[in-house]
Each structure stands twice: as C-alpha cells, then as structure tokens.
C-alpha cells in the first residue's frame, strides 16, 4: 500500500505538469488534481512512518536515532506541508496569501524532502551499499534523492514574485515533473506483495537501514 501510495500521488502531481496536458485541465483542474496528489503521499507516508517502529535502537551500546523512523518521520512532516500549499493553491487568493500560505508550505515541504532523502542516503552509504544499484533498496534511494533535488529545484522556481507570477513557471513544471518520475522509478519497484520465507504474503516496501 505505501508504495502505491506514492506511485499514485507521483503520477497525480507529473500529470498537470505536462504543459499540454496542464492547459487542457485549466489552472483549477491541475491544483486540484495537485492537491489529490499530495494526499496520496501523506498516505503513504503515515504508511511508511508506521512501519519505521520505534524512533530509537541500539547503537553502540546504547541508543540513537533509526534513520528509517528519521526518514518517514521528516518525509511525512514534508508530504503534510504539501497539503498545505496545494489546498491553498486550488482558492484564488492575493500576492500575500500566495507566497506565506502557497510557495511557504511548498518549500519547506520540499525541505524536509531534501533532509528525509539525504538522512536515507547517510544511511545507505553506512551500511556499504551506496553503489549496489542492483539492489532495489538501494536503487530506491537514490531515485528517491533525485526526486527530492528536483523537488527542491521546482520550489525555487515557483518564488512568488510582487506581482503575483512565478520567478521561473518553467523550472517549477520541470522541476515538478522529473521529480515525479524519480518518485515513480523509486517506489514501482515495490509495487504487488511478496512472500516471506514460510510462504506468508507480505507487504514489500523500501527499507532504509539503520546505522551500524
């Protein structure tokens, strides 16, 4: 379910981002669908923060900080300020509105994307499997890391400027887009159940180790 979350809401958020396909849908109809979007990744993500378990294991005889609960814990803070920016997208409002209520969430969100998919990748680098691609987990994380850049990318240019119009309408579509597509490429794997060693099914989602 989390990984069909996320796939889900990546595809709801690269739809509107096609420009073709964004002047088809009108302005209101790609914020709602952006706002439905980012539904599905809370979704997802209280999904995911739920089977992080418990914030603290051990380490090194004592205890420390799972960076698996660290990673859902700040994707999921991001996923909820994207709720934010996206609702408020769908009402017209002022400049003002715009840029605390609107670009504000937007970034922050895409901050705490950057911290969630950067403490993932600490993480991996630990654990020694940086360049194993083959790996699913691994390969997870680094699409998931290019969706958070691009994430971030698409934030700068959505600045609200004084009159109202974006800093960069197009790196904030481009942004939005390609991110999307590495969220896809992070969470498609995982997509369907799998079966554990006595043959019980499972729900296969992305695992980040913790430190060693």
Known sequence: MQSWGFVIGALLFAIPSIQPIA??????????TFFVGSWFFTGAGLIQLILAGSPMV???GGKA????????FTQTIGTLLFNVSTGYAIHPANV??????????????SVAFLVSGS????????????????????????????GCIAFGFSAIGAF???DGASID????NIGTLIGAIFFILASIL?????????????????KVPDWK
């Open 23 to 32: 002047k088809a849908m009108g302005s209101q109809g790609a914020n709602i």
């Open 58 to 60: 051990p380490y090194r």
């Open 65 to 72: 900080l799972s960076a698996a609960w660290t990673v859902a």
């Open 96 to 109: 003002a509105v715009e840029k605390h209520l609107v670009w504000t969430p937007d970034a922050t969100g």
């Open 119 to 146: 403490v993932a990748m600490l993480a991996i680098v630990r654990s020694g499997e940086l360049w194993t691609l083959r790996t699913k987990d691994s390969f997870s994380t680094w699409t998931n890391l290019g």
């Open 160 to 162: 609200v400027l004084d």
């Open 169 to 172: 309408s197009v790196l904030a």
């Open 190 to 206: 995982f997509l369907g159940p799998r079966y554990g060693a006595r043959g019980d099914q499972v729900d296969d989602h992305p």
